[in-house]
């Protein structure tokens, strides 16, 4: 059974960087058949996704966000990462991250998620 | 890239049949079989519930259908049961390897 758990601080202070890693047990990184994705979610609010990188470190982010995320992979260690730079109050949320299903176009597991909280 | 429309919330009571429609543009609901639903419990992480507009993946209740006409995307739930109250997103392909995901429906049972 995949499994993912997101990990890192759940305060950040305004102007700084978000930082967040997810462990995948039961399945690996390096499978070419998922890419491994971030999707976050205000208090209160609906989804919003965030980018997703491919094992060889291929990357594509939400164009909104694009300037300020950073998504990388670490194989030997089966996790892959999270930077969101210049944060805001408005940043605050639950940070999931899930693989998706490259064949058949959708997100099958997820992490439990992380409250991420912005303030000084 | 704008999220998809979703009505705020729907009910229903047990036993019935509701419907949630998703409304998107022709950039990406529109042009794109690559609609998928998930249902999401208090504090829980979303779970998928159908993709590629109308397919089930395997365990989730046949109660549970899909459809697509023009840009709105329609989830179906029949045979109301308790355990299906929740929230309740769509998510769509918008293209250049870009995905979108609605504002979200609660979901009541009367």
């Known amino acids: 059974q995949v499994q993912l758990q997101e990990s890192g601080p759940g305060l950040v202070k305004p102007s700084e960087t978000l930082s967040l890693t997810c462990t995948v047990s039961g399945g690996s990184v390096s499978s070419g058949s998922y890419y491994w994705s971030w999707i976050r979610q205000p208090p209160g609010r609906g989804l919003e996704w965030i980018g997703y990188i491919y094992y060889n470190g291929n990357t594509d982010y939400n164009p909104s966000l694009k300037s300020r995320v950073t998504i990388s992979v670490d194989t030997s260690k089966n996790q892959f990462s999270l930077k969101l730079s210049s944060v805001t109050a408005a940043d605050a949320a639950v940070f999931y991250c899930?693989?998706?299903?490259?064949?058949?176009?959708?997100?099958?597991?997820w992490g439990q998620g992380t409250l991420v909280t912005v303030s000084s | 890239q704008s999220a998809l429309t979703q009505p705020a919330s729907v009910s229903g009571s047990p036993g019935q049949s509701i419907t949630i429609s998703c409304t998107g543009t022709?950039?990406?609901?529109?042009?794109?079989?690559?609609v998928s639903w998930y249902r999401q419990h208090p504090g829980k992480a979303p779970k998928l519930m159908i993709y590629e507009v109308s397919k089930r993946p395997s365990g989730v209740s046949n109660r549970f259908s899909g459809s697509k006409s023009g840009n709105t995307a329609s989830l179906t739930i029949s045979g109301l049961q308790a355990e299906d109250e929740a929230d309740y997103y769509c998510?769509?392909?918008?293209?250049?390897?870009?995905?979108?995901f609605g504002g979200g429906t609660i979901l009541t049972v009367l």
């Open positions: 022709s950039s990406d609901v529109g042009t794109h079989n690559l």
């Open positions: 998510c769509s392909y918008a293209g250049s390897s870009t995905w979108v």
């Open positions: 899930a693989r998706y299903f490259r064949d058949s176009y959708y997100f099958d597991y």
